[in-house]
Nanobody, 122 residues
Framework: QVQLVELGGGLVQAGGSLRLSCAAS????????MGWYRQVPGSQRELVAR???????NYADSVKGRCTISRDDAKNTVYLQMNSLKPEDTAVYYC????????????????WGQGTQVTVSS
């Protein structure tokens, strides 16, 4: 079993910054790509940013230049630094990771965190 625990959400004024973190734990053999998605009520979950295991990144157009994803594989943790936040960034942010577990090394599973609320006030 693998768990993803997100930290760092909260309330911030427009123009402010937040740093989200997501730590993976459990029966991890290897981590593949890790990323962040967000969702507002009534809308589909959308990609914010993700990073592959070899460091390649991609970002949603709406956050390019304002957000930076990074990862520390020694800590099985992915981060999302968000700057110049806008009210439209308000959403629940979910961590996502592709994981090969110690008990099933021929399969890559996708895991999700429980979500952390980010609210940006105008």
């Amino acid at each position: 079993q693998v768990q993803l625990v997100e930290l760092g959400g909260g309330l911030v004024q427009a123009g402010g910054s937040l740093r989200l973190s997501c730590a993976a734990s459990g029966n991890i053999f290897s981590l593949g790509s890790m990323g962040w998605y967000r969702q507002v009520p009534g809308s589909q979950r959308e990609l914010v940013a993700r990073m592959t295991s070899d460091g390649n990144t991609n970002y949603a157009d709406s956050v390019k230049g304002r957000c930076t994803i990074s990862r520390d594989d020694a800590k099985n943790t992915v981060y999302l630094q968000m700057n110049s936040l806008k009210p439209e960034d308000t959403a629940v942010y979910y961590c996502n990771a592709r994981v090969v577990t110690t008990t099933a090394r021929n399969v890559e599973y996708i895991y999700w965190g429980q979500g952390t609320q980010v609210t940006v006030s105008s």
